[in-house]
Structures are given as structure tokens and as C-alpha cells.
């Protein structure tokens, strides 16, 4: 019951977001109104974390699974993308190669200052 409560929660916030996009003229995704109400939420203390955390945890554990349709749609759609497959596949590399570089860079950042806090 604990998990319908909190994915309960998870949905009103995204229907939030569904609402938001129906009233506001910017080309902006539900999706995104909906995780920037979920963050401020957090962030505030309207909904504390303890609140949605197990229900979080879970959907991100199958996050995997949800990429699965994506995929069909992708094999669905191979005589457009056989076309530009290179430039595509080119692009995916050099992007995940710098995500993957910020990110570290930007970890080692916060831990570096997280270090010096502490040591101050």
C-alpha cells in the first residue's frame, strides 16, 4: 500500500506538470514542469523525500525496461534511420564521451570542496 501511496504522490506532481503545460504558451514538455514541481517540492519541504523514496528507488531500478519500446520504435523506424546511421552513431559517441567527462569533472569538483569544508 506504502508504494501506491507514493507513486500516487508521483503521478498528482507529473498531472501538475500535465496541467502547467495546457496553461502556459511555451513549447516546454509536461514532463519537465513536472520534475522542476518535484524537485522545488523536495527542495522546500512540501514533500519530504521519505515520502516517494521507495517508490523512486523502484523506478529507477526498471528504468531499463522502460527504454525497451524506444528500442522497437527505433527498429520500426530503420529504413529512415539507415540513412543517417553514421552521423547518428558519431554524434552518440562524441556526446556520451562528454557527458561522461563533465560529469566527472564536476564530481571531482564536489568532492574536492566537500574535502576543503571539512578541513576548514
Not at 517540492?41 to 525496461?65: H, Y
Given at each position: 500500500?506504502k508504494?501506491?501511496?507514493?507513486?500516487?504522490?508521483?503521478?498528482?506532481?507529473?498531472?501538475?506538470?500535465?496541467?502547467?503545460?495546457?496553461?502556459?504558451?511555451?513549447?516546454?514538455?509536461?514532463?519537465?514542469?513536472?520534475?522542476?514541481?518535484?524537485?522545488?517540492?523536495?527542495?522546500?519541504?512540501i514533500?519530504?523525500?521519505?515520502?516517494?523514496?521507495?517508490?523512486?528507488?523502484?523506478?529507477?531500478?526498471?528504468?531499463?525496461?522502460?527504454?525497451?519500446p524506444?528500442?522497437?520504435?527505433?527498429?520500426?523506424?530503420?529504413?529512415?534511420?539507415?540513412?543517417?546511421?553514421?552521423?547518428?552513431?558519431?554524434?552518440?559517441?562524441?556526446?556520451?564521451?562528454?557527458?561522461?567527462?563533465?560529469?566527472?569533472?564536476?564530481?571531482?569538483?564536489?568532492?574536492?570542496?566537500?574535502?576543503?569544508?571539512?578541513?576548514?
Amino acid at each position: 500500500m506504502k508504494y501506491l501511496k507514493q507513486f500516487g504522490m508521483i503521478l498528482f506532481i507529473s498531472f501538475l506538470g500535465e496541467i502547467l503545460r495546457a496553461v502556459i504558451p511555451l513549447p516546454i514538455p509536461a514532463s519537465i514542469y513536472g520534475l522542476v514541481l518535484m524537485l522545488t517540492a523536495l527542495l522546500t519541504g512540501i514533500l519530504p523525500l521519505e515520502k516517494v523514496r521507495d517508490t523512486g528507488k523502484f523506478l529507477i531500478e526498471i528504468m531499463p525496461l522502460m527504454f525497451i519500446p524506444a528500442a522497437v520504435g527505433l527498429l520500426d523506424s530503420w529504413s529512415a534511420l539507415r540513412p543517417i546511421l553514421l552521423s547518428v552513431a558519431v554524434i552518440t559517441v562524441v556526446t556520451t564521451v562528454a557527458v561522461m567527462g563533465v560529469s566527472g569533472r564536476v564530481t571531482q569538483f564536489v568532492i574536492r570542496r566537500d574535502r576543503r569544508k571539512k578541513h576548514e
